[in-house]
């Protein structure tokens, strides 16, 4: 069979060097652009688990609701071991005898992050790499609970008059006289004189929220009218509000935000415009 040429073209492909110099081209494009896919693989990851987080601290907060059980949340350091299996970033805690402490009988639940990001998403300050900025500003919903506290806890106190308001008993409100104006509602070395308007000097494990005693770990106390409260004092309304703060030691930060009276909210820092 006859074969059909057009006259110009060259039937004789690419040479050798042709190609060599595309594929290096072609890598150093690729080289360029790794960093900056990694870097978006990072935020998105980080993104991802501080929805998780929040999304879960709303949903502990409404078991403790509907169930009329208080609730805590025990925030561990995201871990992987050798094998590459990721520990449980908290644990939520039915306390069922409502002594505001992991009892036996309580129900626990372990919560995980996905397996990407717990190799990469952090608790703000948890290592030398995950404290990015070091005049990082607390966003202003947990600024406004940690001046609280070194006020003499007056939000708790507001708070507790408008939930008894509401239905409070005689005797949270007697114990919350009982603990006087000047008493923050916490103890240990999370207390008020430690506060400053600065992530890194404020949080501890990588929140603003109490101590456990037993564990030493960060620890969110839902009432069973989803108040964050402290264990240490569960009678005084919003004492225990604060925030967890994730990092992936670049740029991305996200403080999930657990108010007095118990909303959560979402905040992203960006270095041009602040919390937002």
Request: charged share 25%.
């Given at each position: 069979?006859?074969?059909?040429?057009?006259?110009?073209?060259?039937?004789?492909?690419?040479?050798?060097?042709?190609?060599?110099?595309?594929?290096?081209?072609?890598?150093?494009?690729?080289?360029?652009?790794?960093?900056?896919?990694?870097?978006?693989?990072?935020?998105?990851?980080?993104?991802?688990?501080?929805?998780?987080?929040?999304?879960?601290?709303?949903?502990?907060?409404?078991?403790?609701?509907?169930?009329?059980?208080?609730?805590?949340?025990?925030?561990?350091?995201?871990?992987?071991?050798?094998?590459?299996?990721?520990?449980?970033?908290?644990?939520?805690?039915?306390?069922?005898?409502?002594?505001?402490?992991?009892?036996?009988?309580?129900?626990?639940?372990?919560?995980?992050?996905?397996?990407?990001?717990?190799?990469?998403?952090?608790?703000?300050?948890?290592?030398?790499?995950?404290?990015?900025?070091?005049?990082?500003?607390?966003?202003?919903?947990?600024?406004?609970?940690?001046?609280?506290?070194?006020?003499?806890?007056?939000?708790?106190?507001?708070?507790?008059?408008?939930?008894?308001?509401?239905?409070?008993?005689?005797?949270?409100?007697?114990?919350?006289?009982?603990?006087?104006?000047?008493?923050?509602?916490?103890?240990?070395?999370?207390?008020?004189?430690?506060?400053?308007?600065?992530v890194a000097d404020t949080i501890e494990n990588g929140t603003t929220f109490p101590t456990d005693d037993a564990s030493g770990r960060p620890v969110l106390a839902f009432s069973e009218?989803?108040?964050?409260?402290?264990?240490?004092?569960?009678?005084?309304?919003?004492?225990?509000?604060?925030?967890?703060?994730?990092?992936?030691?670049?740029?991305?930060?996200?403080?999930?935000?657990?108010?007095?009276?118990?909303?959560?909210?979402?905040?992203?820092?960006?270095?041009?415009?602040?919390?937002?």
């Amino acid at each position: 069979m006859d074969r059909i040429t057009f006259p110009g073209r060259d039937a004789r492909g690419f040479t050798l060097l042709e190609t060599a110099t595309v594929c290096a081209i072609l890598g150093i494009l690729a080289a360029m652009a790794f960093p900056r896919v990694q870097g978006f693989m990072r935020a998105e990851e980080t993104k991802s688990s501080a929805n998780q987080i929040a999304g879960m601290l709303d949903e502990v907060r409404s078991r403790a609701i509907a169930e009329a059980t208080p609730h805590l949340v025990l925030v561990n350091d995201p871990t992987v071991d050798a094998a590459g299996n990721c520990g449980p970033f908290a644990v939520v805690v039915r306390d069922s005898d409502r002594n505001y402490q992991v009892s036996a009988g309580d129900r626990q639940v372990d919560v995980l992050l996905s397996p990407k990001a717990c190799a990469k998403v952090k608790l703000y300050g948890q290592d030398g790499t995950s404290s990015p900025y070091a005049d990082l500003k607390l966003p202003n919903e947990d600024l406004t609970t940690r001046a609280s506290d070194m006020a003499g806890g007056v939000v708790g106190e507001l708070v507790g008059g408008i939930v008894g308001g509401l239905g409070g008993s005689e005797e949270e409100e007697d114990d919350e006289e009982s603990s006087g104006p000047g008493s923050s509602g916490r103890s240990g070395s999370s207390g008020s004189s430690a506060r400053t308007a600065t992530v890194a000097d404020t949080i501890e494990n990588g929140t603003t929220f109490p101590t456990d005693d037993a564990s030493g770990r960060p620890v969110l106390a839902f009432s069973e009218r989803g108040i964050p409260v402290d264990p240490h004092n569960p009678t005084r309304w919003g004492s225990g509000a604060g925030a967890i703060y994730i990092t992936d030691g670049h740029e991305t930060v996200y403080a999930a935000v657990v108010e007095p009276l118990g909303s959560i909210k979402l905040r992203k820092y960006d270095s041009a415009a602040g919390w937002r």
